[in-house]
């Protein structure tokens, strides 16, 4: 059985010698991270000997940027060299962004919004985990490389309004499948996780999954190609769904259900752009939601109107969903969470999900 165990949610040290800003950034953190406080580097080194952080957020005062420089103190530490240091300050970003830049950290300008910290925070521990995916062997290294090119490329064609480019796509797809038919995937499902874009971890991991489930049982050529392509596009309209709605804790209310199931309308239409999508990857978009009695969405398709690949494709979704690493809850174990599918009796093509699960054990 692959082993997924829940790894530790992303650590960030908040370094600040003012009371007020400490405590309200910590708090207004804590809903995204798991956060340590603290007043001064003396107790934030220590801290970092106890636990290596995903990123440490501080300012020019606290960092004694112009006396002391504490950041510097990070480059003699073999475990600390790689962890970004976000700089708050009220110095213009031109006089500081270059040095800081040039050793991997990153300045912030006062006055800092609530979502620009978040972006910034999020975006410098992608980078740090990025960088870390270089130490992997050249196949894993270029998979996760060339997919987290092609989702940024995704995420500028879906604002821009153009069609995705599927030369590229097609390229990031086989080095993952490469990944697979070679059956060294598995370093790709662990390294992954962690990773800030929870759309772009949820969709290589399907998209995985996907390809180890149609490989087994015998698929090949453009139709495996298809599985791996249609998992890694199959929730493109989740890029364009609220952060604060995605990555809630807890039950969403009506309305942002409605959003979130709006999800599939979306990819629908980004996919709609792009001429070369081919009919079994919209079927993995669009019918990834549905169950076989009807009781998905968004058409609350049932029985034989699901061919094998909607039905593939919902039980890779939701054994996906539930093993997914995410801000607010560790990866679910793939053995309750194949009781949740088997559970799921009459939703789901049992026999598939007992054919899944025998692959993911063997
Ligand atoms: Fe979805
Ligand atoms: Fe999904």
């Not at 453009?222 to 039950?251: F, Y």
């Not at 996919?271 to 990834?288: D, F, M, N, S």
């Amino acid at each position: 059985m692959l082993d997924m165990s829940p790894a530790n949610m992303a650590l960030v040290l908040v370094v600040l010698n003012k009371n007020r800003p400490r405590t309200e950034l910590a708090l207004m953190l804590s809903r995204v991270y798991r956060v340590e406080a603290l007043i001064d580097f003396d107790d934030a080194w220590l801290a970092m000997d106890r636990e290596v952080p995903a990123i440490v957020l501080t300012d020019l005062e606290t960092a004694d940027v112009y006396g002391a420089n504490h950041i510097v103190h990070k480059h003699k530490h073999e475990k600390l060299c790689n962890v970004p240091f976000v700089i708050m300050g009220n110095e213009p970003a031109g006089n500081c962004t270059p040095q800081f830049e040039a050793n991997g950290d990153f300045y912030l300008q006062r006055p800092v919004s609530s979502s620009d910290l978040l972006n910034c925070l999020n975006t410098n521990m992608n980078r740090a985990i990025e960088k870390r995916w270089e130490n992997l062997p050249p196949l894993q290294s270029t998979a996760l490389r060339e997919t987290v090119q092609q989702f940024q490329a995704i995420s500028r064609a879906i604002e821009t309004g153009e069609p995705l480019d599927m030369a590229e796509n097609r390229k990031s797809c086989e080095s993952l499948l490469e990944t697979v038919t070679s059956k060294q995937y598995r370093s790709i499902l662990d390294n992954i996780q962690g990773h800030h874009n929870y759309t772009y971890v949820h969709s290589v991991r399907v998209a995985t999954f996907l390809s180890v489930f149609g490989d087994a049982i015998g698929i090949k050529g453009d139709d495996l190609m298809t599985l791996t392509t249609g998992g890694l596009l199959h929730d493109v309209g989740k890029m364009a769904t609220p952060p604060d709605i995605l990555n809630k804790n807890g039950k969403l209310n009506e309305q942002e259900w409605g959003v979130m199931i709006n999800h599939v309308t979306h990819s629908k239409t980004v996919l709609k752009r792009t001429p070369e999508i081919t009919r079994g990857i919209t079927i993995i978009a669009q019918q990834h939601h549905e169950k076989l009695d009807g009781s998905g969405y968004p058409l609350g398709l049932k029985g034989a109107q699901l061919n094998d690949l909607a039905r593939m494709s919902t039980i890779v979704d939701i054994f996906g969903a539930l093993t997914d690493e995410r801000s607010y809850k560790p990866a679910m174990e793939p053995e309750r969470a194949f009781e949740i599918l088997e559970e799921m009796g009459a939703k789901l093509d049992q026999p598939l999900v007992r054919v899944f699960r025998d692959i993911l054990s063997s």
